[in-house]
């Protein structure tokens, strides 16, 4: 079957510009997640959804950022005004139901904001 | 306050041989544990798991091994094949109440397989 897929694969803004980053999780997976990974590090948690739900945005780091997952399936995270500093790989996984459970994630998106 | 800490940036070990990653944690709330491998260009993949109420896990060639006591776990890859080079990182998921979700990531074991 088919495996969490993003889009797009690359992005390169300009600073101020708003972006839309795009996920396509495992179908039937019901938890969905956005992590950041900047260079160097390992990847970050950015918030979680179950179903159509933000569970937790703890992970957002401010109000730039802001994610979708109207229809429990795709969701769309949003950045606002970017900034140089947000240039990273995004990351989404998805997993069966949450909890203790495997996340699985996609090929990542990698955002340059010059 | 890095939360999982991976302390060796890298690894090189001969084909055939064992390899050893491993890892710290400072949260006593994390209960499940895993591994993840990365190659450059790509997303994280999954690799094993271990929950906390086990101290070894195994799966083919690669097996974790978890002490709660020294918060410490490892990865065992033998025999090391050159195709297991890659970004290895350790994951911990805390138990909040049961509604686990977010993974704690370390920042990674470049592992490279000498021929």
């Known amino acids: 079957g088919a495996g969490v897929s993003q889009t797009p694969s690359n992005k390169v803004t300009e600073k101020g510009k708003y972006v839309e980053l795009r996920c396509d999780p495992i179908s039937g997976h019901t938890a969905l997640y956005w992590y950041r990974q900047s260079l160097g590090q390992g990847p970050e948690f950015l918030i979680y959804?179950?179903?159509?739900?933000?569970?937790?945005d703890s992970g957002l780091p401010n109000d730039r950022f802001f994610a979708v997952r109207p229809e429990g399936s795709v969701s769309t995270l949003k950045i606002q005004r970017t900034e140089r500093g947000d240039s990273a790989v995004y990351l989404c996984a998805s997993s069966q139901n949450g909890g203790s459970e495997t996340q699985y994630f996609g090929p990542g998106t990698r955002l340059l904001v010059l | 306050d890095q939360q999982v800490k991976q302390n060796s940036p890298s690894l090189s070990v001969q084909e055939g041989r064992i390899s050893i990653l491993n890892c710290d944690y400072t949260n006593s709330m994390f209960d499940y544990f895993l591994w993840y491998k990365k190659y450059p260009a790509e997303g994280p993949t999954f690799l094993i798991s271990i929950s906390s109420i086990k101290d070894k896990n195994e799966d083919g060639r690669f097996t974790v091994f978890l002490n709660k006591s020294a918060k410490h776990l490892s990865l065992h890859i033998v025999p090391s094949q050159p195709g297991d080079s890659a970004v290895y990182f350790c994951?911990?998921?805390?138990?909040?109440?049961?509604?686990?979700?977010?993974?704690?990531f370390g920042t990674g074991t470049l592992l490279a397989v000498q021929p």
């Open positions: 994951a911990a998921s805390p138990n909040y109440g049961g509604a686990t979700n977010k993974l704690i």
């Open positions: 959804f179950q179903g159509t739900g933000a569970a937790d």
